[in-house]
Nanobody, 126 residues
């Protein structure tokens, strides 16, 4: 069973940057989908970005041009580089994993993912 552990969350000011990491305890395999989601207090979980094993990515419109998702296969770690952070980016950020997805189309729906981390908090103050 793979475990996912997020890190890198912090409190920053508007316009700042953070890099979140998601370390997988075991191999994610050669065919996978791994996203970042976020959930603000009182809101539903929202897809932020996703990457699949062929390198294809997708982003929520609200973060396009500011966030970059990547994966280091040698370290089995997923990253989310977040630049120009805004107060509306404040949320708990979660990574997830889908082993051997039926299609290599990155999805921002939480229904596609079987494994989840515990989250890391990002707070952006104005």
């Amino acid at each position: 069973r793979v475990q996912l552990v997020e890190s890198g969350g912090a409190s920053v000011q508007t316009g700042g940057s953070l890099r979140l990491s998601c370390a997988a305890s075991g191999s994610t395999g050669s065919r996978y989908a791994m996203p970042w989601f976020r959930q603000a207090s009182g809101d539903e979980r929202q897809g932020v970005a996703s990457i699949v094993s062929d390198g294809t990515t997708t982003y929520a419109d609200s973060v396009k041009g500011r966030f970059t998702i990547s994966k280091d296969s040698t370290e089995n770690t997923l990253y989310l580089q977040m630049n120009n952070l805004q107060p509306e980016d404040t949320a708990m950020y979660y990574c997830a994993l889908d082993f051997d997805p039926s299609t290599l189309t990155p999805s921002l729906s939480p229904l596609h993912y079987n494994y989840w981390g515990q989250g890391t908090q990002v707070t952006v103050s104005s």
